[in-house]
């Protein structure tokens, strides 16, 4: 929500190849919403987007992406703007889930935005063809122009199979706020074995 009160609303289109996020906006506290619209277009599959207003009105977008269709390798992407009446200015998004091995994948990301910190966490794949294990992140200190390089939260990809479902995935699992405290919340689960959620904390 913006702070003159706008709610704002995110989501990706469904089984579509080439299909982009798409939003709307709220005056009237959720009653009513207006005309849906592309947030980005993309040449890939964008899907799992979060949104996040900073105190002083910036929107923070981030989402996967998948170049090569929906059921491809997947990267995380970000892009920040401001919105004005209907109309949402973002910047081009860029790709912040990198590592050197060009294995991995990273999907389903998880935004919190306290002051110019802005962070993002994903679903952490050591190969892109393989289920989550372990949670990547990745931090702005100034308000989403540059991003520390990407690693994996520590423990997170410990013993216990693979994260937990879509189910989980979909949930709110990272909040931080203005004193640069952070929480982290991630399951574990091994089939017919047992299951594990841990809650993270870090300055």
Same mark, same amino acid.
Request: a negative charge.
């Given at each position: ?51 996040? #207003? +900073?105190?002083?009105?910036?929107? %923070?977008? *981030?989402?996967?992406? =998948?170049?090569? /269709? $929906? ?48 962070? #993002? +966490?994903?679903?952490?794949?050591? %190969?892109? *063809?393989?289920?989550? =294990?372990?949670? /990547? $992140? ?66």
């Amino acid at each position: 929500m913006t702070p003159d009160g706008t709610l704002l609303l995110a989501w990706a289109v469904g089984r579509n190849d080439d299909g982009d996020i798409h939003w709307t906006s709220s005056t009237d506290q959720g009653r009513t919403f207006g005309a849906p619209r592309v947030a980005l277009s993309t040449d890939g599959y964008s899907d799992a987007p979060k949104l996040a #207003v +900073a105190q002083d009105g910036r929107v %923070h977008l *981030a989402f996967a992406e =998948r170049p090569g /269709g $929906m059921f491809a390798k997947a990267h995380v992407r970000y892009a920040h703007g401001s919105v004005e009446g209907a109309e949402l200015s973002l910047s081009p998004a860029r790709r912040i889930s990198d590592f050197a091995d060009e294995e991995h994948g990273a999907d389903f990301p998880h935004l919190a935005v306290a002051g110019d910190r802005v962070h #993002v +966490a994903w679903e952490h794949h050591p %190969h892109f *063809a393989e289920q989550a =294990r372990g949670m /990547g $992140m990745t931090l702005s200190r100034d308000g989403g122009q540059t991003f520390l390089p990407p690693r994996v939260v520590p423990a997170t990809d410990a013993p216990l199979g693979e994260n937990g479902r879509l189910q989980g995935k979909l949930m709110e699992k990272l909040h931080g706020n203005e004193a640069g405290r952070l929480a982290l919340v991630n399951s574990r689960f091994q089939r017919g074995e047992g299951s594990r959620v841990r809650l993270f904390f870090a300055d």
